[in-house]
């Protein structure tokens, strides 16, 4: 996946490969839960130094000194762990390194990663492991001591354009799924495998028009799920931007669909609350992926999208 390798993770084990200093175990914190398996596998051609031969079967998941637990769709347990432990101390079959690939390892319980965390401190020789956690904080701090710590959080809107427009030829509006993303490449997948954003920038327009205290309650009950949070946050931020642009006279609209009720949201509010809303929407995001209370974190916001008119 060729926007994966240009990311800061790819590039650093790259270099720790090319320089003979690889870390045994590796933990890669990465929102993206959606292809966070795809990634891990990326890196971990870099790790076994894969040919064309040993990728293609990285990536079907039947390279034999390539193990990745656990089975697509399912959580890693103290079973699956005890399996990994056995089988770490045999000697490669093929490569001269073993490697472990354990995916989301935030669904992990306390007893499977406590289990895990002894061959951490004490690795056999040539032995590897990549970790793929969507959240650090449900990952055990005795874990996550004992690996080099990588993340991606977003990728740069322009790459995930560049993406969609490779991937999905068809679709003509790869800068506003891209910017809709919020970084996640996942999403922009999501959005450019449906149908027309017009909806999206309805709801967004809709959603400025009609803010009032009373249904404050009723929005975060809808937008405070995480599906929802993470596809909403980015939307109302885009048409924050549009409702401003609007307001000064000033740029085109980023969103499909939804330029009048654009245009009446932004009777509504002044610049200068709109830029408010701005910032209070990426003061969200951010407490978000420090992992805050997703209901708390939209009261406050739509609270202070009122407040600031």
């Not at 499977?112 to 032995?127: D, F, M, R, S």
């Not at 449906?194 to 400025?208: C, H, K, Q």
Request: aromatic fraction near 6%; proline fraction near 5%.
């Amino acid at each position: 996946m060729e926007i994966f390798q240009r990311s800061l993770p790819y590039k650093m084990i790259a270099a720790d490969a090319a320089n003979g200093r690889l870390a045994h175990a590796y933990l890669l914190i990465c929102p993206d839960e959606k292809n966070l398996r795809t990634f891990l596998k990326q890196l971990a051609k870099l790790v076994l130094r894969a040919d064309a031969r040993a990728d293609r079967l990285i990536d079907a998941e039947q390279y034999v000194d390539c193990r990745i637990f656990p089975a697509e769709g399912e959580r890693a347990g103290v079973a699956e762990v005890k399996e990994l432990l056995e089988d770490c101390y045999i000697k490669p079959a093929e490569n001269d390194r073993k490697l472990f690939v354990l995916d989301r390892v935030h669904e992990m319980l306390a007893p499977a990663q406590n289990k895990l965390l002894k061959v951490l401190e004490e690795p056999p020789a040539n032995v590897y492991f990549l970790l793929g956690a969507a959240s650090e904080f449900p990952v055990l701090p005795t874990v996550r001591s004992r690996s080099r710590r990588l993340e991606l959080f977003a990728f740069p809107e322009e790459q995930i354009a560049e993406h969609i427009r490779r991937k999905y030829p068809h679709r003509t509006d790869a800068r506003e799924i891209a910017a809709l993303s919020g970084g996640a490449l996942g999403r922009a997948e999501e959005l450019a495998e449906g149908g027309s954003l017009a909806g999206a920038g309805e709801e967004a327009a809709r959603f400025l028009l009609t803010l009032s205290p009373a249904g404050i309650p009723e929005a975060v009950r809808q937008y405070a799920a995480k599906e929802e949070i993470g596809r909403f946050l980015p939307l109302l931020r885009l048409a924050l931007r549009d409702a401003l642009f609007e307001k000064l006279g000033k740029g085109a609209l980023s969103l499909s669909g939804g330029s009048e009720l654009l245009r009446r949201a932004a009777e509504r509010y002044s610049a200068e609350a709109l830029v408010r809303a701005l910032d209070q929407v990426a003061e969200a995001e951010k407490n978000l992926k420090n992992n805050a209370n997703a209901a708390m974190s939209l009261q406050a916001l739509f609270v202070g999208i009122l407040e600031g008119r």
